[in-house]
């Protein structure tokens, strides 16, 4: 049983930066950012694989996932935040068959208790 604690999250105005962290017991080869707000969809930020990380077009540009403590903290530094990134982040962690498929949230196993980013104009 791997087990995620998420931290870094908190109140900025428009245009401010957070780093999010998601510290893991053991290492995944999987590991992923996933926001969620009240009566939506569960969405994918940023996943890592090792090889490579892929992002949400919303995450492009402003925000880098990043992995470090040997690979098992996961971080997402978020950069020119909009309050349309006001949401409860998520990490995950697992093992995909298809890591090409990270930002999709039905494949991970470990989920985290999330972390509130809130955004103010």
């Known amino acids: 049983q791997v087990q995620l604690v998420e931290s870094g999250g908190g109140s900025v105005q428009a245009g401010g930066s957070l780093t999010l962290s998601c510290s893991a017991s053991?290492?995944?080869?999987?590991m992923a950012w996933f926001r969620q707000a009240p009566g939506k969809e569960r969405e994918g930020v940023a996943a890592?694989?090792?090889?490579?990380?892929l992002y949400a077009d919303s995450a492009k540009g402003r925000f880098t996932a990043y992995r470090g403590n040997a690979g098992k903290t996961l971080y997402l530094e978020m950069n020119n935040l909009k309050p349309e990134d006001t949401d409860m982040y998520y990490c995950?962690?697992?093992?995909?068959?298809?890591?090409?498929?990270?930002?999709?949230?039905?494949?991970?196993?470990?989920w985290g208790q999330g972390t509130q980013v809130t955004v103010s104009s």
């Open positions: 890592d694989y090792g090889e490579d990380t």
């Open positions: 995950a962690a697992g093992f995909l068959i298809n890591p090409r498929l990270g930002l999709f949230p039905g494949g991970y196993k470990y």
């Open positions: 053991e290492y995944t080869y999987n």
